[in-house]
């Protein structure tokens, strides 16, 4: 990871004064992640690098679809071990560089344009990485997490979320590659667990975003913070309707570690912010920090909107999702959304070249 990235390290530096010094969840454990260079796994990754020169002797398998990449992220380090391994493909699990303890499954396309050009390899990679990743964990008796989404519950219809509420999913509408191969993971979790006995753990995330975001799945917060952190000319249209739940980052992998300290078996934890903002709200917030990089907002009216398609999303979930099952564990949202914004603008100039800017 580049060294100048302080927004990360400042994230990771408060989510480890959090932590419960007590706990032994990473204390001298084997940790396999895969999509380790997803945004979650990258925060994770860091997180587990920081506490293992913090003494806690723990040492992680970095599992990606190309291990140069993952290692130009990270660099060389004692306690990361790099493998390649492609959960598209069918076939037989890799073995990791020694027995396991903890193994989180977080290998996901979760970009728009891979559900509308490539649901099949978005429910393959889904289905294999928690297949492989269960049989692992069987071999070896490991604990294991799946990172789920809030997806799964379908379309919500601006209603209130709790884990066991589930809505309507039109299993035909080629978006519900990710939804719906994500509710038979947690199937599957669940169905290991019952057979084999292993120790499942299921968080569902809700609009994860901050300071290890990709920006390149074209989705509108992508656009939105890349013409803010670039100081870039942005179009768009007022949507006042829509609303956002946003959880930042460091908020989400404290969550995940609440659940893996604290947690019951088998039991999903929503991980989400408290509150929600409309499209418009969101676009103003990161155009207050961006128009001080040189960012320009222009909204459009209705006649001015030529080719612009909004994709109809039936099983989109419009509720809003509640974490009081996380809550009843400790968690708390410690950055608002202002402050998130804010942030991932900053970390996101972090990482551009001068020459990219």
């Not at 019951?264 to 912010?273: D, Q, R, S, T």
């Amino acid at each position: 990871m580049k060294s100048n990235m302080s927004i990360l390290w400042d994230d990771i530096n408060q989510s480890i004064k959090s932590l419960d010094t007590q706990s032994n969840v990473f204390h001298g454990k084997h940790i396999v992640i895969t999509g380790a260079t997803g945004q979650i796994g990258k925060y994770l990754v860091n997180f587990l690098k920081r506490l293992n020169e913090l003494g806690y002797g723990c040492t992680v398998d970095v599992v990606s679809r190309n291990a140069k990449h993952a290692m130009n992220l990270f660099g060389n380090c004692a306690c990361l071990n790099y493998i390649t391994h492609d959960f598209e493909q069918y076939g037989a699990c890799f073995e990791p560089s020694k027995p396991a303890d903890l193994i989180i499954a977080g290998a996901s396309p979760t970009s728009p344009y891979a559900y509308n050009n490539v649901p099949v390899k978005v429910a393959q990679t889904n289905l294999n990485c928690t297949v492989q990743m269960l049989e692992l964990s069987k071999k070896y008796g490991s604990s294991i997490l799946l990172l789920s989404s809030s997806s799964i519950y379908g379309s919500a219809d601006d209603r209130e979320v709790h884990e066991n509420d589930y809505g309507a999913l039109d299993p035909l509408q080629v978006s519900a590659c990710y939804s719906e191969s994500k509710r038979a993971c947690e199937m599957l979790f669940s169905a290991y667990h019952h057979q084999f006995g292993i120790a499942t753990y299921i968080v569902r995330l809700r609009r994860i975003y901050g300071s290890t975001m990709h920006l390149s799945q074209n989705s509108y917060l992508d656009t939105v913070f890349r013409a803010a952190a670039k100081g870039e000319y942005l179009e768009t249209f007022r949507d006042a309707a829509n609303k956002l739940q946003l959880t930042y980052i460091a908020d989400a992998v404290n969550g995940i570690v609440y659940v893996l300290s604290k947690g019951k078996v088998n039991l999903p934890y929503n991980i989400c912010a408290n509150d929600l903002v409309t499209v418009d709200e969101f676009t103003a917030i990161a155009y207050e920090t961006g128009k001080k990089y040189g960012m320009r907002l222009r909204y459009l009216e209705k006649e001015d909107i030529r080719d612009s398609v909004r994709v109809n999303n039936k099983n989109r979930n419009n509720g809003r999702c509640l974490s009081e099952q996380l809550k009843s564990l400790g968690w708390r949202q410690a950055v608002t959304i202002r402050q998130g914004i804010n942030r991932t603008i900053l970390a996101l100039r972090e990482t551009f070249d001068e020459t990219e800017r």
